[in-house]
């Protein structure tokens, strides 16, 4: 009598959990489109600079480097609520620190490369944990306060020449595999390299429990706090990730222009960064790496006619923040959507 | 003692200057929640209209008088047919207003080098400081009469201000809608209106500010961004909303950069911004902030 | 051993008087209804506890244990969670995500930045069962931005019990639901775990009777009158202050 109820027991137990699947189907969905798109985009990445000009290599160098410093800004604006008006002084410090290490101290480039990965990890830690106090405009305003101090560190510091900058940067050996990185294209797979590690890592932690967490504040701060969550600690540490990006792009941005001057440090830089994540779409994971590709190639074609390429640029983003929040990706999103449910449609016509 | 006479009128003017720009942007974010960071290109249309009028009249008086008219009626028209129904439809105010005049400041100084540089071939300009104006001063040093002006100027706006928000029945409904917006939304008045006026009016100051700054220092491309960074340090400074912060934040910071250049200059770029940090940690509202609400 | 102890605690805004010395102790397993009147100052006191404002005076302790000062999370840490009068949600997250943050934060997992999360099936499967509980199935992976406004507040319901509680603070969570909603949130709490502490804010008089054992009337931040609820519907200066009007209609 008492084994079969513990057996009926066991048995409904057994027929709930299997109507109630444990898996978590939207995370699941999300994680193989997330797979079949980075396919797509890596073999498109890995073919083009094959095909086009040494000219159009450059500019997709160009288009991995901000994708870079622009994936670090949108963990912050899309997954985490926060619009951080000063993150191009990361990427000016990676850039600097991986300048004067090679070319006033002599420090191999692989081990600069660490060092402004290291750096900018720190050095946006600190600054995380005094401007993650706040939110909104005022976290707006104060991370703008910071960048524009680097940036006049920058200006200053005479070691560094200044507002010349430095020139003459060395690229990382590659002699160990037999290439040489002064060649564009080797140096274009060697960002490339670099590009794929940083994205794999931020994919982790955007899908980790750490990155719903993100979400969560950005959703509502409150409710995570009432529900327990500490929220400090997780935003400062997601600035540090999120600048850690911006420190790499800065490190590979020197050796792809032989130089760095404190111009990369504007909150112009910063606030261009933030045009890029909007007009792709920061709602995706690789929204903002289409808003590269679309600024990088926008202004090259646009600077044939003119320089005053912000004209252009200023109108998009107010016409994106205004109506189409979803930006480049979104508007992709919605495209595919409708075309599968059309051609759904279309068979079952048939 | 001399010198410091100087800095010290040096620093005043600066912080005058900058009370021209934060006073407009600190009210309209107290009142609507917009952080207007389009607020240096409306600087930037007062000092190049200003120009244009100056070019076309030969008078300063009549640029400073016609000028700020610019941005106050772009000011007006943005609050009242762009940013307001934008609100309406539910976009949250807060940010995405900052985003939303952050791309207009793009685009105007995009508009503006367009114009000025490629199309007129113009880079730095200047407005001829009027008569009697143009020399200098002997106070026990020999002083430029025009910096005089503007910290006339910037004592006079800000007597104003304070009259119109303490004296005044649109003071009285602005001063409410700083402490509580819900309450003029029930008032009844039209708020919409109140909201665009008050908008358009702290353009026009910042306009004024242009104008009067393009007689003093030059008019380039990058004029607006070098006096929105200040601005936006003293309105932190200050607390978001709060004018009695705004001015004394002005002077902070005005007075700050100015003698931090004069007496220690390689600390000069920086005092502002370590002010701003040990703020931060002290007290995150500002000075005259009021803590957030919370629940 | 008392669970929640409230001693003397007082509160102001400005002249107004919102919370005058108030005293509460719950033991362990007490369900416990605070009414009142609108503005009586039931949510400030909600707010006081759940350390949202500061009390001006007096103390709270939580098994013993002061924690009269900390912050919202602290407080939650050590056990309460509250659910709020005024929609509190995940706007843009579906249900499953809210209740699977809710149940992170209770889990050693909640630091993990490079695990998928999707590994920990125990969070979903914690955050189906409350979904369940509240009724929420049937919406489980829709947004929380297209529910109904009752299942908002079984939602909201539903956070504050995934952080399984020992002490729950529900702030008028019948407020605008439906009589067929109200009669599962009855359900509900009547099924809460023996050794859970309820304390309810409720203007709906079937739930507050429907589940609670002890009463206390709150007016102009004072208790009116305490204790079961016969001996709070017998008082008559409660009849006068708040029942009296409900009940009189209840009779018409
Ligand atoms: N943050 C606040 N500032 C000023 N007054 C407040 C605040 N919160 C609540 N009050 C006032 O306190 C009184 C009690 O409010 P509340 O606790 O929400 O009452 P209840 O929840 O009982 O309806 C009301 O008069 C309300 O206006
Ligand atoms: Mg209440």
């Excluded at chain 1, 191999?108 to 050095?123: D, E, G, K, R, T």
């Excluded at chain 1, 997601?238 to 911006?246: K, N, V």
């Excluded at chain 2, 539910?90 to 685009?107: C, E, I, K, P, W």
């Excluded at chain 2, 912060?245 to 250049?261: D, H, P, R, W």
Aim: aromatic share 12%.
């Amino acid at each position: 009598m008492q084994e079969t109820t513990e057996e009926n027991w066991a048995a409904s137990v057994d027929t709930d959990s299997s109507r109630h699947d444990p898996l978590d189907r939207t995370a699941l969905r999300d994680q193989r489109n997330f797979l079949v798109i980075s396919a797509i985009g890596l073999v498109v990445l890995v073919v083009a600079p094959l095909v086009v000009s040494d000219f159009y290599v450059s500019l997709l160098t160009e288009i991995l480097i901000f994708g870079l410093l622009v994936s670090g800004v949108n963990l912050l604006l899309g997954y985490t609520g926060l619009v951080s008006l000063g993150h191009a002084a990361f990427m000016g410090i990676g850039a600097y620190t991986t300048a004067i290490g090679t070319s006033l101290l002599d420090f191999p480039v692989w081990a600069m490369m660490i060092c402004s990965v290291l750096a900018s990890f720190l050095i946006a830690y600190g600054v995380g944990i005094l401007s993650v106090r706040t939110k909104g405009v005022q976290f707006l305003l104060i991370t703008l306060a910071f960048g524009e101090m680097f940036h006049a560190i920058a200006e200053k510091s005479r070691v560094t020449g200044g507002d010349d900058g430095m020139t003459n940067i060395p690229r990382i050996d590659l002699e160990f595999l037999g290439l040489d990185a002064d060649h564009d294209r080797v140096f274009y797979f060697f960002v490339l390299a670099c590009f794929v590690i940083a994205m794999a890592v931020l994919r982790r932690v955007v899908v980790s429990p750490f990155g719903r967490v993100l979400v969560g504040i950005r959703e509502n701060e409150k409710r995570m706090l009432a529900v327990g969550y500490t929220a400090f600690p997780y935003k400062a540490l997601a600035f540090a990730i999120s600048a850690t990006l911006g420190g790499l792009a800065g490190s590979l941005w020197v050796q792809h222009g032989f130089f760095v001057n404190p111009h990369l440090m504007t909150w112009q830089m910063s606030g261009e960064a933030l045009l890029m994540v909007i007009i792709g779409g920061s709602q995706a994971f690789f929204g903002p790496l289409l808003g590269a590709a679309f600024y990088v190639l926008t202004k090259d074609f646009l600077s044939d006619l003119t320089e005053a390429y912000l004209l252009f640029f200023g109108l998009l983003f107010v016409l994106v923040v205004a109506f189409f929040h979803g930006g480049l990706a979104g508007f992709a999103a919605t495209l595919a959507r409708r075309m599968r449910r059309g051609s759904a449609k279309q068979e079952g016509d048939q | 003692m001399t010198f410091f006479l100087f800095n010290l009128l040096n620093g005043l003017q600066l912080s005058m200057l900058i009370f021209l720009m934060a006073i407009g942007l600190t009210v309209i974010f107290g009142l609507m929640d917009i952080l207007n960071l389009a607020h240096g290109a409306f600087y930037m249309i007062g000092a190049y209209f200003g120009y244009v009028v100056f070019q076309a009249t030969g008078s300063f008086w009549i640029s400073l008088a016609i000028a700020p008219l610019l941005p106050l009626v772009l000011g007006f028209l943005l609050q009242y047919f762009v940013l307001q129904p934008l609100i309406d439809r539910g976009r949250s105010a807060h940010l995405d207003m900052a985003l939303l005049t952050f791309g207009l400041l793009f685009f105007v100084i995009g508009l503006i080098d367009f114009i000025f540089f490629e199309t007129l071939g113009l880079t730095f300009m200047s407005i001829d400081k009027p008569a009697g104006l143009d020399s200098y001063i002997n106070i026990g040093t020999f002083y430029p009469s025009y910096r005089l002006f503007i910290i006339a100027v910037g004592f006079a706006v800000a007597l104003l201000v304070w009259v119109v928000l303490e004296r005044t029945v649109i003071g009285a409904v602005v001063r409410a809608g700083v402490d509580d917006r819900e309450m003029v939304r029930a008032m009844g008045v039209n708020v919409y209106f109140v909201f665009a006026a008050v908008f358009a009016l702290g353009c026009g100051l910042a306009g004024l500010a242009g104008v009067v700054a393009g007689a003093e220092l030059s008019i380039d491309i990058n004029m607006g961004v070098q006096i929105l960074i200040p601005t936006l340090v003293v309105v932190v400074l200050g607390g978001l909303g709060s004018v009695k912060g705004c001015f004394y934040g002005a002077m902070i910071v005005g007075m700050t950069e100015t003698l931090s250049q004069a007496y220690v200059p390689a600390l000069a770029l920086f005092a502002t911004y370590m002010l701003l940090a040990a703020m931060l940690v002290f007290r995150p509202q500002g000075f005259f902030g009021r803590a957030p609400k919370t629940v | 051993m008392s669970q929640l102890r409230v001693s003397n605690i007082s509160k102001s805004f400005g002249a107004l008087r919102v919370i005058d010395t108030f005293d509460l102790n719950l033991s362990a397993g007490d369900r416990h209804a605070v009414i009142g009147p609108n503005g009586a100052g039931k949510t400030t006191l909600f707010n006081m506890i759940s350390g949202w404002i500061p009390p001006d005076t007096g103390t709270i302790e939580i098994e013993g244990l002061d924690v009269t000062g900390h912050p919202p999370e602290k407080i939650t840490q050590s056990g309460l969670a509250r659910s709020f009068q005024k929609n509190t949600l995940f706007d843009g997250l579906t249900v499953a995500e809210s209740l699977r943050l809710a149940v992170q934060a209770h889990s050693p997992v909640r630091f993990n930045f490079f695990q998928p999360a999707r590994r920990f099936g125990g969070l979903q499967q914690r955050a189906h069962e409350i979904a369940r509980q509240m009724e929420l199935e049937d919406v489980f992976e829709n947004e929380v931005r297209t529910l109904s406004y009752g299942q908002k507040r079984q939602l909201e319901v539903g956070l504050a019990l995934a952080c399984e509680p020992k002490i729950l603070l529900l702030d008028e969570p019948a407020a605008g639901t439906s009589p067929a909603e109200r009669a599962t949130l009855v359900r509900l709490l009547t099924t809460l775990p023996d050794n859970m502490t309820l304390l309810l804010v409720e203007h709906d008089m079937d739930v507050v009777f429907g589940v609670c054992t002890q009463i206390t009337v709150l007016n102009y931040g004072r208790v009116v009158a305490s204790g079961t609820p016969e001996e709070v519907r017998a008082d008559p200066e409660v009849r006068a202050a708040y029942l009296g009007e409900s009940a009189g209609h209840g009779e018409a």
